[in-house]
């Protein structure tokens, strides 16, 4: 249900249209303002909640529109390129009426939140793009592959280890939600450093769901991405975070926007995958509220 309350930085959930569309967010905490906007494309918000970060920073969760409660395009699944992410963030932002807000992407929402900050940079006093990368397409999922093999040799023998490797496998042929969220749910271990010793830790995760999103435009031609020509033109304050066992994106992806992007911060967190605000939520609060607090305005 949506907060009774109408100030558009009340804690709890909230809905508003942009463009004809519902955008659905969620806020909690308090301090200056951190938009955070989820991967997959097409996951549920809430597997990053950041407690931590809470305790210094509002943290408006939002729920991309094409997901969860959000409204769907008329062209679902197609259509959700980055310029309708951002148009739906420009909408959010004014709605919520703060002069500049951090804006931060994790691992797809990364790539959002880059546009963002390469064609809106009026709008943010700060980006930070978390498990991401500058390029989509063969090269990345290469490395992704490769990194997933060395996986699967770490952890040889491990209970489960079959199942995850198969929902490896089914991403290329995913057409719905239900395998959308098959698939998430059956990859958690890999985006973990340490999955096995650790599995009661992590078990809230497994409530992760997923939105089939195509990939496609309203034309049904592939959003492929390659920003790393453009990370240059990047001038707003850049905080990068990855984990140094990310096998999807991971210190190769972090070091090449890090380098890219003028005098952007690099956190690489030692003991952590895809997810380090679960796996290293202290270390991993410490540098997003430094970087947030040091950089509002």
């Known amino acids: 249900m949506d907060n009774a309350v109408t100030g558009p930085l009340s804690p709890g959930t909230h809905t508003i249209e942009v463009e004809g569309v519902a955008q659905r967010y969620h806020v909690a905490g308090t ?52 310029e309708r992410y951002a148009r739906a963030l420009d909408g959010l932002i004014e709605h919520l009426a703060v002069d500049r807000v951090h804006l931060l992407g994790h691992s797809h929402g990364g790539f959002v939140a880059q546009y963002y900050a390469l064609t809106r940079s009026e709008r943010l006093a700060g980006v930070i793009l978390y498990g991401s990368a500058p ?59 340490d999955y096995w010793q650790h599995q009661e830790r992590y ?17 049904l031609v592939p959003d492929v991405i390659d920003d790393r020509d453009l990370l240059s033109l990047i001038k707003l304050p850049t905080l990068v975070i990855a ?21 952007a911060e690099l956190v690489l967190l030692e003991d952590s995958g895809h997810l380090g605000h679960v796996e290293e939520p202290d270390a991993f609060a410490r540098a997003l509220t430094s970087f947030a607090l040091a950089t509002a305005r």
């Open 135 to 193: 390029v989509t397409g063969p090269e990345h999922f290469a490395e992704a592959a490769r990194n997933m093999e060395a996986f699967a040799r770490r952890n040889a023998g491990r209970p489960g280890l079959l199942d995850v490797l198969d929902a490896w496998q089914s991403l290329g042929g995913l057409a719905d939600d239900e395998g959308t969220t098959r698939a998430a749910r059956g990859l958690l271990p890999a985006y973990l450093a």
């Open 31 to 82: 301090g200056p303002v951190c938009l955070v906007h989820p991967g997959g494309p097409g996951l549920s918000w809430d597997y990053l909640r950041m407690p931590a970060v809470e305790q210094h920073l509002t943290m408006v969760y939002v729920e991309p529109i094409g997901t969860g409660a959000s409204g769907r395009l008329p062209a679902h699944p197609h259509g959700y390129t980055r």
């Open 243 to 263: 984990g140094r066992h990310d096998v999807i994106c991971g210190p190769r992806w972090a070091w090449q926007l890090a380098g890219g992007i003028p005098d």
């Open 203 to 219: 078990a809230p995760l497994f409530s992760v769901t997923g939105t089939y999103i195509s990939g496609l435009d309203d034309r």
